[in-house]
């Protein structure tokens, strides 16, 4: 009788832990459906992408413009702007990568919409987060020194070529022996030209290596956080669409202002490639918002494969801001550089405070976007 009693328990046990299997099963199955977007007003949709594409034009190339139309001298009006919105991006940059970009991935990464594999180590976004930090560290480090090797080889052939100069001259020259044996070794000739010539080739200096590599990277960055922006915006609920819009367009400007100010600091001579890297920046987060527009009614968001890429791409995008903001702008900028450290306090002032103001609203703007 006990026998039959223990037997009919574990049987009932079973049957509640299969019912509540399915039930499980069920749910993650609804959890993981593609979602239907009920009245998806298309010239809204359509309406968005152009919004956007104003809103990142103007955040990219307004510190560009003002940096370009005339020149200004440090201390002046437009020198203390730009130099608000430069500290200002590095804090924008900080928060897109610690609020919007691995938070997102930790998430996605622990959705019970991916398989097995992805769900038994919790710790896959910091793992492809800190791989895009030692890539870009590998990356820059070999861009620096193959940019170093260029300038070496171009510095020798320009020697020789000197060299060749000044013993032509000599030879053909009537001059006095002695003046004949001083002429090729004369050191200041030999560096003086050798100088300019190397300025004149355009090759960067160690620190304009850096800041030209890290801004390219920077964009990198940037541009690949902006697709799964657009297509996310472009496969929102009607209920969330107006309120997700306002926040991107804040965001969107935001960082338009910290990689503008940043395109400033590389120097570059002309208008050409600024605009380019303007351009480039402007334009990919409409473009997923149009491919965004044009699944919408295959999309699923909710697949293991649209989560798992979202998921990679938002933890690789936050390494390399991470890189960025800390490398790249913030010790190279601030501890680093003798010129912000000899600056007057209230220069540091300003610029520590628009830092944290950049950090501080773009850590808002998480809440809703």
């Known amino acids: 009788m006990l026998f039959k009693s223990w037997k009919s328990l574990l049987i009932g046990c079973t049957l509640i832990t299969c ?64 130099t608000m919105g430069k500290f200002f991006g590095t804090g924008v940059i900080l928060a897109t990568a610690f609020v919007h970009m691995l938070p997102e991935a930790l998430e996605n990464f622990s959705s019970p ?7 038994s180590y919790s710790a896959f976004a910091g793992v492809f987060c800190m791989m895009a930090s030692f890539a870009l560290q590998l990356l820059e480090l070999g861009a620096v020194a193959n940019i170093e090797r260029i300038r070496a080889n171009k510095a020798a052939q320009i020697k020789c070529m000197d060299l060749e100069k000044v013993s032509d001259s000599s030879v053909s020259s009537d001059s ?44 990198l960055g940037i541009v690949m956080h902006s697709i799964i922006v657009g297509i996310t915006l472009s496969n929102t609920g009607t209920d969330e669409f107006v309120t997700l819009l306002i926040a991107l367009v804040f965001h969107q400007f ?57 998921a990679i791409l938002d933890s690789l995008s936050a390494g390399i801001l ?14 680093q550089n003798p010129e912000f450290r000899q600056a007057p306090f209230s220069r540091k002032l300003v610029c520590f405070v628009s830092m944290y103001c950049g950090a501080g609203l773009m850590a808002l703007l998480g809440k809703w976007a």
């Open 322 to 335: 991470l890189y960025n903001a800390y490398i790249s702008l913030m010790s190279q900028e601030i501890n």
């Open 19 to 82: 019912v509540y299997a399915q039930e499980d099963a069920t749910s993650i199955e609804e959890q993981c459906a593609q979602e239907s977007i009920v009245d998806y007003n298309m010239p809204l949709r359509v309406g968005a992408l152009f919004i956007i594409l104003v809103t990142s034009a103007l955040g990219v190339f307004t510190p560009i413009v003002m940096h370009r139309i005339s020149p200004y001298s440090k201390g002046s009006t437009r020198d203390w702007v730009l």
């Open 254 to 310: 935001f960082e338009g202002v910290a990689l503008g100010t940043r395109i400033n600091d590389m120097n570059i001579q002309g208008w050409r490639r600024p605009t380019l890297m303007g351009v480039l920046f402007m334009v990919m987060t409409p473009i997923g918002c149009a491919i965004g527009i044009g699944i919408h009614s295959s999309f699923n968001p909710n697949s293991s494969s649209s989560i798992l890429a979202s």
């Open 176 to 219: 006095t022996d002695t003046t004949a044996r001083n002429s090729p070794i004369d050191p200041q000739y030999v560096e003086h030209d050798h100088e300019g010539h190397v300025h004149s080739a355009g090759l960067f200096e160690e620190g304009d290596a850096f800041k030209h590599i890290g801004t390219l990277i920077l964009e």
């Open 113 to 119: 919409c991916l398989g097995a594999g992805w769900q």
